[in-house]
């Protein structure tokens, strides 16, 4: 099945400091790639919708300026955590879908995130 | 209102014994999708089972079957024969609308403890 990578699997950064993630689609091209934030044994909460080429689609309540998403090719989006706060705290998890049409979604690994 | 219930915090079951997990959804639209995810304890999301609520039959894939009750809007689902590898949170996810391969939304998952 199609693989979707995520680096870095583990991050632990200090209180202020930016960190980037990276949602790769290894052997499809995604024009539309999702991100979602879980808290421990928590569900999965959309972050938004990342588009290639165009800005990203932000869920209520989810700061823009803080969680920039950039999509910049088929194959890669990226997540950066600016400032990043001890309350960001999370894992990170990005799914992309192999064809517009496609019901499925294909999952990264997630990122581990701990802000000191 | 929640759009997806998964009132079973936890669940126990012993190896080769069948086990549901049950499911609620909310909606007023006619075209949805119904995902089954499992996430073992590395966090990865592995897709399991898809239902279309177009679909006359409950979806199959091996061990996993989704019972399908579109009148209680329910969609529970079913492992046959628990093996201990079984042993990981599920979470019953669902896409609103017509658009396939749009974000999901998630229920707040299901730890499942498969026994010897």
């Known amino acids: 099945g199609a693989v979707v990578s995520q680096h870095p699997s583990r991050v632990i950064c200090k209180s202020g400091t930016s960190v980037k993630i990276e949602c790769r689609s290894l052997?499809?091209?995604?024009?539309?790639m999702f991100w979602y934030r879980q808290f421990p044994k928590k569900s999965l909460m959309l972050m938004a919708t990342?588009?290639?080429?165009?800005?990203?689609?932000?869920e209520q309540g989810v700061e823009k300026d803080k969680f920039l998403i950039n999509h910049a090719s088929l194959t890669l989006s990226t997540l950066t955590v600016t400032s990043a706060h001890p309350e960001d705290s999370s894992f990170y998890i990005c799914?992309?879908?192999?064809?517009?049409?496609?019901?499925?979604?294909?999952f990264g690994p997630g990122t581990r995130l701990l802000v000191l | 209102a929640q759009k997806i219930t998964q009132t079973q915090p936890g669940m126990f079951v012993q190896e080769k014994e069948a086990v549901t997990l049950d499911c609620t959804y909310d909606?007023?639209?006619?075209?949805?999708?119904l995902f089954w995810y499992k996430q073992p304890s590395s966090g990865e999301m592995i897709f399991l089972i898809y239902?279309?609520?177009?679909?006359?039959q409950n979806a199959t894939e091996g061990r996993y079957s989704l019972n399908f009750q579109k009148a209680r809007k329910s969609a529970n689902l079913v492992i046959s024969a628990s093996q201990l590898g079984d042993s990981a949170m599920y979470f019953c996810?669902?896409?609103?609308?017509?658009?396939?391969?749009?974000?999901?939304?998630f229920g707040k998952g299901t730890t499942l403890s498969v026994s010897s």
């Open positions: 990342s588009n290639e080429g165009s800005k990203a689609t932000y």
């Open positions: 996810a669902m896409r609103e609308g017509p658009q396939a391969g749009t974000a999901l939304i």
């Open positions: 909606t007023s639209d006619p075209s949805y999708g």
């Open positions: 239902q279309g609520s177009y679909d006359q």
């Open positions: 052997d499809f091209q995604a024009t539309t």
């Open positions: 799914s992309a879908k192999a064809r517009p049409s496609s019901e499925t979604q294909y």
